[in-house]
């Protein structure tokens, strides 16, 4: 909850406010803002494409039957819009991938699953619980389908819950632009007159975009291995908590990542003083310089990680080790633990909220591992702030 | 199924591009001049790695210059 909360709120409250700046500035465009926004939406459209592109070169590659399941899911939503359309065409390619594996008699998902699949363990939750939960949301996804197909006034807020309902029942992964998600909501609910807003939210998301793997890494190791460590839950959810120094990673917190995040309060410090010297801008520019006022202490969180440290051999092994290991998290008392380890454990649990200082470089690089997600998960070594209780976590294995 | 599902959702990406892209086009001041500046966003982006606010900011300017140029 905490981690959807800061992932989400900061965008719906700077995407709220910036659409209702630029509601009555948008209704009469000067011509040279038409031009712009038209030459904004092309790189838009085109940014879009490219993301089309890769996201088929990753979930097919290369295989032939995929192809055609991504081909035929165009070609059949290009040419009509039905709100049932979405989730059958879904469902319809997961049925005919468990149809082939079936005839094939091998799983097609140990060729284009990557590791990180390998690594999802069950939930403790039991079958028949869990069974009863699908059947609850199936039946309440169906009840919705047809009550919104039917009904044609559609009360305001049953027409967001149907919405909402059924693209967060879309929702299987993180991808960028939400894949199963942003076409029907965009086909509903948008349009290409509020393309410019589009744009502004795509241009906000810049900055996580080079990161968003590990930011997702970061979220399924927290559901997937449910260790509570408040370092790894609020660095995936803070927008710009990728940007920030973590241990090993100072070549890529280099990267344009870091400098769109100066960039945004290089504008912000920019368009304030122009929001109030432009008129036609004023209020759309006010309300997007208050909006970025709001979070920018958010994007610059002083949270206390762990200080920089060098890699060094034994980390190095100590990661390849966790890389080819399948086993779960040890939360078993240590027969000797190291002494500099017990201090950190028996710190409270918002350990990482009052400063990294005492953290050696065997730490940092478990906190690394334990912020960057599966691949590195099989053995679960943590801080204080990982660990459950004043159990010491036991160190190596 | 896990495979089927992302290739099916993942043709809903593609044909939403494709629909952006003919609503832009129809929509927009200079239809052509627009197509022309996605497809060089798409080549600076994709081929010559050239960071995206750039290539955003990029094709605002050039829609500026086509309304200005008076482009079709």
Same mark, same amino acid.
């Given at each position: 909850m905490l981690t959807g909360l800061l992932f989400q709120l900061p965008g719906l409250v700077i995407m709220t406010l910036v659409g209702v700046g630029a509601a009555s500035f948008l209704k009469t465009p000067a011509p040279w803002l038409r031009g712009a926004t038209a030459g904004l939406g092309a790189a838009g459209v085109a940014l879009v494409a490219a993301s089309a592109f890769a996201l088929?070169?990753?979930?097919? #590659?290369? =295989?032939?039957?995929l192809l055609s399941l991504s081909a035929a899911s165009a070609v059949v939503t290009f040419y009509t819009v039905k709100i049932w359309l979405f989730p059958v065409l879904i469902l319809a390619g997961g049925l005919v991938t468990l149809a082939v594996n079936a005839y094939r008699r091998k799983d097609m998902a140990a060729k284009t699953s990557g590791d990180d699949e390998a690594h999802v363990e069950r939930f403790s939750l039991p079958r028949a619980a869990g069974a009863?939960?699908?059947v609850l949301w199936a039946a309440v996804l169906v009840a919705t389908l047809v009550a919104a197909s039917k009904v044609p006034d559609f009360p305001m807020g049953l027409d967001l819950w149907s919405a909402m309902f059924r693209a967060g029942s879309m929702i299987f992964g993180g991808e960028f632009f939400s894949p199963n998600v942003f076409p029907p909501m965009f086909f509903r609910l948008v349009g290409a007159e509020a393309f410019f807003s589009f744009l502004i939210s795509f241009f906000l998301r810049l900055s996580k975009k080079k990161k968003k793997k590990q930011a997702v890494r970061s979220s399924s190791l927290y559901f997937t291995k449910t260790s509570s460590s408040a370092t790894a839950t609020l660095r995936s959810a803070l927008p710009n908590a990728s940007i920030l120094p973590t241990p090993g990673s100072r070549a890529r917190t280099s990267t344009w990542? @870091? #400098?769109?995040?100066?960039?945004?309060?290089?504008?912000?410090?920019?368009?304030?003083?122009l929001?109030? *010297?432009? #008129?036609?801008?004023?209020?759309f520019l006010l309300s997007l310089s208050l909006s970025?006022? /709001?979070? /920018?202490? /958010?994007f610059s969180f002083p949270f206390p990680f762990p200080p920089f440290q060098k890699k060094t051999k034994q980390t190095r092994f100590q990661l390849s080790r =966790?890389?080819? %290991?399948?086993?779960?998290?040890?939360? *078993?008392?240590?027969?000797?633990? =190291?002494?500099?380890?017990?201090t950190a454990a028996s710190t409270p649990s918002s350990a990482p909220f009052s400063g990294g200082s005492? @953290?050696?470089? #065997?730490?940092? %690089?478990?906190?690394?591992?334990?912020?960057?997600g599966g691949r590195a998960s099989g053995t679960f070594r943590s801080t204080g702030g990982c660990s459950r209780g004043s159990t010491p976590p036991r160190w190596g294995s | 199924m896990l495979p089927g599902l992302n290739a099916a959702a993942v043709g809903l990406v593609t044909s939403a591009a494709i629909s952006l892209a003919i609503s832009l086009r129809a929509a927009s001041p200079f239809p052509n001049a627009t197509v022309s500046i996605g497809m060089?966003?798409?080549?600076?982006?994709?081929?010559?790695?050239?960071?995206?606010?750039?290539?955003?900011?990029?094709?605002?300017v050039l829609g500026v210059v086509a309304w200005a140029a008076g482009m079709n």
């Open positions: 088929t070169r990753g979930a097919c #590659r290369g =295989d032939g039957l009863l939960v699908v990542a @870091s #400098r769109s995040c100066k960039a945004s309060r290089f504008l912000f410090i920019l368009f304030f003083p929001s109030f *010297a432009v #008129r036609p801008l004023s209020s970025l006022l /709001l979070f /920018l202490p /958010l =966790d890389r080819s %290991s399948t086993s779960l998290p040890t939360w *078993a008392p240590s027969p000797a633990p =190291d002494p500099r380890a017990r005492a @953290s050696t470089p #065997r730490e940092s %690089s478990s906190s690394t591992a334990c912020c960057r | 060089a966003v798409f080549a600076v982006t994709e081929v010559l790695k050239v960071p995206v606010p750039l290539a955003v900011l990029g094709g605002g």
